[in-house]
T-cell receptor, first 107, second 113 residues
């Protein structure tokens, strides 16, 4: 099956800092999504981004499908950005998740 | 409001007592699926359904059953739960048979003692 690797596994930020999360995948995919799992366990859709660049407030994402990677940018981080960020790719009727990046933003 | 709902949100049960976790979506989505999330193992697909009466196994189907009699509902059935099925369960749906954006329910925390 397809392999999805996220880096770094853990990230500690001071409030106001910027960061980049990376997702690499081992095969061509039909789509890619980024999620944020909050401390209550809920999965929040951030981006549906099979290719190209999208922005939503302080967050943006870029997917380069031909090179099999996606990046999630967090700018001016806030404590509410803490949680686990997952990348997931769709192939063969299945969404395969990476292991996630745990982000801790300190005040 | 467009959403995926799951019930119950929290459940503690005993080994062998049959249970059903319901999942419902109000977006007229064709595709629905179930995932479980475990520490160190991430999210893994249990079953999926491409449309009414069409279901198929995901990566970890053992010990689970599903049915899709109506487009909006996709219940997950544990006929004889065991402690290794203690997990956080998510239901998801998407418009198309595949590739569309997946929307997740709020999750169901199941503990089997």
């Amino acid at each position: 099956g397809i392999q999805v690797e996220q880096s770094p596994p853990d990230l500690i930020l001071q409030e106001g800092a910027n960061s980049t999360l990376r997702c690499n995948f081992s095969d061509s995919v039909n789509n890619l999504q980024w999620f944020h799992q909050n401390p209550w366990g809920q999965l929040i859709n951030l981006f549906y981004i099979p290719s190209g660049t999208k922005q939503n407030g302080r967050l943006s994402a870029t997917t380069v499908a031909t090179e099999r990677y996606s990046l999630l940018y967090i700018s001016s981080s806030q404590t509410t950005d803490s949680g686990v960020y997952f990348c997931a790719v769709w192939k063969d009727y299945k969404l395969s998740f990476g292991a996630g990046t745990t982000v801790t933003v300190r005040a | 409001e467009a959403q995926v709902t799951q019930n119950p949100r929290y459940l503690i049960t005993v080994t062998g007592k049959k249970l059903t976790v319901t999942c419902s979506q109000n977006m007229n989505h064709e595709y629905m699926s179930w995932y479980r999330q475990d520490p160190g193992l991430g999210l893994r697909q249990i079953y999926y359904s491409m449309n009414v009466e069409v279901t198929d196994k995901g990566d970890v189907p053992e010990g689970y059953k599903v049915s899709r009699k109506e487009k909006r509902n996709f219940p997950l059935i544990l006929e004889s739960p065991s402690p290794n099925q203690t997990s956080l369960y998510f239901c998801a749906s998407s418009l198309s048979q595949g590739a569309g954006e997946q929307y997740f329910g709020p999750g169901t925390r199941l503990t089997v003692t």
